[in-house]
């Protein structure tokens, strides 16, 4: 073990005690429960874990799930079962059920969906011939190609889900990797770091982009509450000119830190296109997989059901064999699932819902209410699912900005806020855990933690600084 992750071990494990047997006023939270407690000193734990990479982060994620059933769960060890205190009620333990059932999210089925429809394409060499058609418009110069992977990314992003977007370009990216030769790889990084750039910042751009998004404008459009009656077109109008600027300094960012050896990329595919029994399969189940993504809104089918087609269709067909099943990253699926527990712990105990509360936004100036807000958001998201932070932030908000009145009109009125918010979600991208596409990004193998980290932190800090000189400066005319 090297000095690095030693040294996180040891800060992990002082932060989990520190945190875990300090009076509970330390924490200026009122009502604070020893379960609430607990989960805020396992997540100090796993953040630093995660940061310093003390051991592999999928092993941290698996840890700090069993670390909550042991601890704070219905099925807590005798030892470590909550108890009441002269000054801390026990609090409301997590279910174990729900604590285990993050190794098996909807999310998690997206994922092994996604993994399982690349490794049949692959088999049939449909994921150069997608990369080849999809890419030819933007040439052969590599930074030309790096640019239209973030563009379709992008595209994609807008009208389907985040991850599943993510899923369908890794399987497309797998023969522009084989067509580079890099001898340091960073032209590799950068095209690998393109798909959760492009697939977190191109959802901004349409209100079904992302979830954040659309409680936004729950709030805004409610006929008996704000009753803005903000379109389809109009959140467009102002959002797609956000996402474009933001995603050509995303491809100058990249091509800045990861620069590509190679002036050309070229695609070569050995043979004709396979027109077999299983390759018309996979082409026809892709086709339906992504029809079905794009259309989930019209046929009711959710995203992360539709995953789970290929999966029965390819195992039944015998395209994908039981030996295919080891190609499956499971790490990638082990890691997310640690990410989700930390939301279900900070949810299902009410802790979320306290810390937020216990920022006395009311008592702020208006201008760091609207930017520490977003602040906030993109920190929370960095760790928790955006829809999460998401769903607890803008009622919370909405209800602020209501009690702060006339003064908000000056910077954008309750539009500031809101749409602050739903923005600032989606740029928290500087962790594998901070959103689905970013796992499905480490997963490849390419990507360290500090180049997603150092790229993250950079488009975070540039994101918000564009959002809210957008929303101070011409709120009050966009909407």
């Not at 992750?5 to 020893?34: C, E, M, Q, R, Y």
């Not at 985040?162 to 899923?167: E, G, H, I, V, Y």
């Not at 089918?301 to 269709?313: D, S, T, W």
């Amino acid at each position: 073990m090297t000095n690095k992750k030693t040294i996180g071990l040891v800060l992990s494990t002082i932060a989990l005690l520190v945190l875990w047997l300090l009076p509970s006023t330390a924490f200026g939270i009122n009502d604070l429960s020893v379960v609430e407690q607990r989960v805020i000193a396992i997540f100090a734990f796993a953040a630093i874990m995660w940061i310093t990479e003390a051991i592999p982060i999928w092993a941290t994620s698996v840890l700090i799930i069993v670390i909550m059933l042991l601890s704070v769960s219905t099925s807590s060890i005798w030892f470590l079962t909550p108890t009441d205190t002269a000054t801390q009620t026990a609090g409301e333990l997590i279910k174990y059920k729900d604590l285990m059932a993050t190794f098996a999210d909807p999310i998690i089925m997206l994922f092994l969906g996604g993994f399982v429809l690349a490794i049949a394409a692959k088999k049939c060499d449909l994921d150069a011939n997608l990369a080849r058609v999809l890419l030819k418009p933007f040439g052969t110069k590599s930074h030309f190609v790096l640019l239209g992977f973030i563009v379709i990314t992008a595209l994609f992003s807008m009208f389907m889900s985040n991850t599943a977007t993510a899923a369908m370009m890794v399987t497309i990216l797998a023969p522009i990797l084989k067509a580079t030769d890099d001898c340091n790889g960073s032209g590799k990084v950068g095209l690998a770091l393109a798909i959760p750039i492009a697939a977190n910042i191109g959802g901004i751009g349409t209100p079904v982009g992302t979830p954040p998004n659309a409680i936004a404008l729950k709030y805004l459009n409610d006929p008996e509450g704000l009753n803005m009656n903000i379109g389809f077109g109009e959140w467009m109008m102002v959002m797609v000119p956000f996402v474009i600027i933001l995603l050509l300094i995303s491809w100058f960012l990249l091509l800045k830190l990861f620069p590509f050896n190679e002036k050309n990329i070229v695609i070569k595919i050995e043979g004709e296109m396979r027109k077999d029994k299983d390759a018309i399969i996979v082409y026809v189940v892709f086709a339906v997989t992504v029809l079905l993504w794009m259309l989930d809104k019209v046929t009711g089918v959710n995203a992360n059901v539709v995953a789970l087609i290929p999966v029965a269709v390819l195992t039944m067909t015998g395209i994908i064999k039981k030996n295919d099943l080891k190609e499956i990253p499971w790490d990638v699926l082990w890691l997310v699932a640690g990410g989700f527990a930390l939301g279900v712990g900070m949810d299902k105990t009410g802790l979320a819902e306290h810390l937020v509360k216990a920022i006395p936004f009311e008592t702020w100036p208006t201008m760091v209410t609207i930017i520490g807000s977003g602040v906030l958001c993109l920190l929370m998201s960095t760790f928790i699912s955006n829809t999460a932070t998401a769903a607890l932030l803008v009622p919370i908000l909405a209800a602020v900005g209501a009690g702060i009145g006339t003064s908000l009109d000056a910077f954008g009125g309750i539009t500031s806020l809101l749409v602050g918010i739903a923005l600032c979600a989606s740029l928290a991208m500087a962790l594998p855990i901070s959103t689905p596409p970013n796992a499905l990004a480490h997963s490849t193998g390419l990507v360290k933690q500090s180049d997603m980290a150092k790229v993250g932190v950079i488009i975070g800090v540039i994101g918000i600084i564009m959002t809210y000189s957008m929303l101070l400066l011409i709120g009050k005319y966009i909407f």
